[in-house]
């Protein structure tokens, strides 16, 4: 299975973006599709997930910000993103998981959102 993240920049506070990742290879369903971002220094943290039935889940940091979305025919999930603060400033990761414990887990590479203040 590969993930192919794209849709990261450079944008002023206040801005949008929209990220994309599309899967390949053998994938499972049901399955869970995500983002998570990782700021130098830290850890990476959950930003949103969606279900094959659509369920959304979101880190209280972006709630009525950021907007989770995916194409199942597609195996592609996206991540809209509007008013950007510098503290969204990171390397965003997607993530593809399905199974029980333990769980199939795979990731893309990340792409880079920075945020001016």
């Known amino acids: 299975v590969q993930l192919q993240a794209s849709g990261g920049g450079l944008v002023q506070a206040g801005g949008s973006l929209r990220l994309s990742c599309a899967a390949s290879?053998?994938?499972?369903?049901?399955?869970?599709m995500g983002w998570y971002r990782q700021a130098p220094g830290n850890q990476r943290d959950l930003v949103a997930t969606?279900?094959?039935?659509?369920?959304?889940n979101y880190a209280d940091s972006v709630k009525g910000r950021f907007t989770i979305s995916r194409d199942n025919a597609e195996n592609t999930v996206f991540l809209q993103m509007n008013s950007l603060k510098p503290e969204d400033t990171a390397a965003y990761y997607c993530?593809?998981?399905?199974?029980?414990?333990?769980?199939?887990?795979?990731w893309g590479q990340g792409t880079q959102v920075t945020v001016s203040s």
């Open positions: 993530n593809l998981q399905w199974g029980v414990p333990p769980v199939k887990n795979f």
């Open positions: 290879g053998n994938i499972f369903s049901p399955n869970t």
């Open positions: 969606i279900t094959g039935n659509k369920i959304t």
